[in-house]
């Protein structure tokens, strides 16, 4: 059985890669390389696999779900500049897909050892795109 | 190919386990556990597998799922409460875990001879919460 | 100027006078008069009117705002069943029409003196149903 | 890795097969059989499969992805009835699932060298109602 | 008291003024203008404003509110090419300003004797532009 | 009659009053006030006053509408830092409340001599906030 739990968090981000030049950066990326930064409400969706308890009939209790999602997510990146502010994105650009792929290996081992694994995890930049991972 | 229809209703539950103490009712589900429930709008997505027709060009007549989610679905648990008018949730918590269990024993019997079998079913407990079960 | 802050509560109600006869009650509210009550996910939405600080560039303080919302609705009405837990709807049909009264009753006092009025409440029972009230 | 990308169109389209009689197509169809057609704002969602390359972070250039469905699927069926002026509809009922079987067609073959292959394609007929496919 | 109750229709329309060349029409509605039709979901939002009773707590009865809006919307222009089935469509252009106004004069005569009137109606031809009419 | 376009930019803001101290600004704005900025996806509807044309069945051509604000709030907002690029704002406040006033300033003079007059504005900085503005 799958369990999904939405949050969101609003950050700044430049998609700029810091060994190409200006021009290589405008070409890849557009309006999304200006080095100053513009900023999403970010919706992510986090997707655990268990069984439901005997007793209890939940997979997993919601309220810790919500809690290592606050502390492993939203508190380091919620309000703050991606590229500035929250390692490794000083080093490695804050494309969507990077940001699923470090986002997976924050929450990966938080759920490895209690009732439900992590399964997916899907990131909305805008309403229009989102990328899904499954940790490969 | 997958088809999906979306249905909503709504009702009231409690978690509330009576082979437990209210304290740990309470320690389990916090206000969940509110005996006098409270209510969702539950947003319920049933998806079917099958091939389309050639000659309809439809996988299933969508008025015959209708009539089955609200026949096995609606009809019953619509405007109810679940732990006092809906079996088997005098006995078994109504988790969203238990509602998507029991759901897929009321629907999967009503395709198994069909054009399309139940693939999956999501439910919604909320904007920000859902379970998804293939029945097992 | 207006700004719209929008919250959650999910609760039971029924639709039932206990002054009519359950024929009445029946024909009046139709599956809404089920005395053990059903639920919803109601959505408010809070609009107040003021002129934005030449200072802080701020109508009013959001976190205020929560505050007061929190403590005077969703603390007393989230997970609760209206007409046996939320005075005066014991007494009082719990329909949407005479929510938003009691909504506005409790609300427009904690911003009379502020730097914002309470202009208008809008209350979603379902996503296809809402009522807007302005105090009269 | 999974990346998707939204896009909407509006078209018309009836469901009528010619080579059933119009009382056989109501019996099939419903109002939805009606030969002067009627509309759907469409929205499809699609899916591609790939890595996030290690210089750009990014699976694949999303103005590309939305030049190839401007091309393929919009330019082609937007605002547009689909019996009358879009193939094979002419001859084919244009239902979601021989829909969603024509674009799979249209995209599949773009995406079939570039750095990311064409996964699955959801397209809703409503809000209610969407269908799936990943090209078997 | 405003009370609002949302229906949905899909309907095939044509922006084309017959009274115009087509070069006219085409500069004017541009892609709209194919006389073959297009469509769209419509979504229409209608508002009564009334007070509610004191007895039943209700502005008005919701389920006489649904059944208005079945028979004078929903049942004529659901399913249908506005243009060629829904008069006076045949000779006014059926843009959704148009479509608000036919609306209102269908709506407006049967709130005129019951416990809520008419206060205005929004009509979303896609979620990025509706109109709203207050009858003037 | 009223007509209202949609329209979405994604930007980045700090609300941090520069002629205030930094721990005035925390208490303030909390973690709004971060310097470095952090981003949300925008929602602007734009609502505008007029007549339908007898001709031409509509308030304005939406083709003319999309171009004023494109031109004047997307082209200039959209991707930016406001704070650091989008003048008035490194020295006004970008509170929510400041952008739609800035907005109004914009947009206004651009529908003065048009058949359709600007009405209200309503911007969205998530979707539980937004502020709206008539231009006083």
Redesign the interface.
């Known amino acids: 059985?799958?369990?999904?739990?939405?949050?969101?968090f609003?950050?700044?981000?430049s998609?700029f890669?810091p060994?190409?030049s200006e021009a290589e950066n405008q070409a890849?990326y557009?309006?999304?390389a200006?080095p100053?930064?513009?900023?999403?409400?970010y919706l992510l969706e986090v997707?655990l696999r268990g069984e439901?308890d005997a007793?209890?009939?939940?997979?997993v209790?919601?309220?810790d779900v919500k809690a290592i999602l606050e502390r492993e997510v939203v508190d380091p990146m919620?309000?703050?500049?991606l590229n500035?502010?929250v390692p490794p994105f000083d080093r490695?650009?804050?494309?969507?897909?990077?940001l699923?792929?470090e986002i997976w290996k924050r929450l990966e081992p938080q759920f490895a050892s209690g009732p439900a694994r992590l399964h997916s995890i899907r990131l909305y930049e805008?309403?229009?795109?989102?990328?899904?991972?499954e940790g490969r």
Do not use: W
């Open positions: 059985m799958l369990l999904t739990r939405k949050i969101e609003s950050a700044s981000h998609c890669n060994e190409l890849l557009g309006a999304e200006n100053q930064g513009h900023g999403h409400n997707t439901p007793v209890t009939g939940m997979v209790d919601l309220k919620d309000h703050r500049h500035r502010e490695v650009v804050p494309t969507t897909e990077n699923v792929v805008t309403d229009d795109m989102f990328v899904e991972y």
